[in-house]
Nanobody, 119 residues
């Protein structure tokens, strides 16, 4: 299974970006998918997660500005980011809690997509 993230870029403060992450492979089913980010010199932190049934969880710092959604038929998770702030600047990683035959349940990471918010 591979996770391919896209959609990062440079945006001015107050702007919006939409990240996408698609899972590909065979014989797998996805449980929770989520987005994490890592700013320079900082640890990776949770941004938002979504269960297969649509239950979501957000970091306090992004509540009300970011929205996570997923298309289970396309094995894709999205992160709509509005009202972006310079402190949102980071590399964003998607993550999937995925059951793969015959291996079992594993955590997979995408390659990261860079988001830069200028002031």
């Amino acid at each position: 299974v591979q996770l391919q993230a896209s959609g990062g870029g440079l945006v001015q403060a107050g702007g919006s970006l939409r990240l996408s992450c698609a899972a590909s492979g065979s014989s797998f089913s996805i449980n929770t998918m989520g987005w994490y980010r890592q700013a320079p010199g900082k640890q990776r932190e949770l941004v938002a997660t979504s269960t297969r049934h649509g239950n979501t969880n957000y970091a306090d710092s992004v509540k009300g500005r970011f929205t996570i959604s997923r298309d289970n038929a396309k094995n894709t998770v999205y992160l709509q980011m509005n009202s972006l702030k310079p402190e949102d600047t980071a590399v964003y990683y998607c993550n999937g809690d995925i059951f793969v035959l015959p291996t079992g349940r594993l955590s997979y990471w995408g390659q990261g997509t860079e988001v830069t918010v200028s002031s």
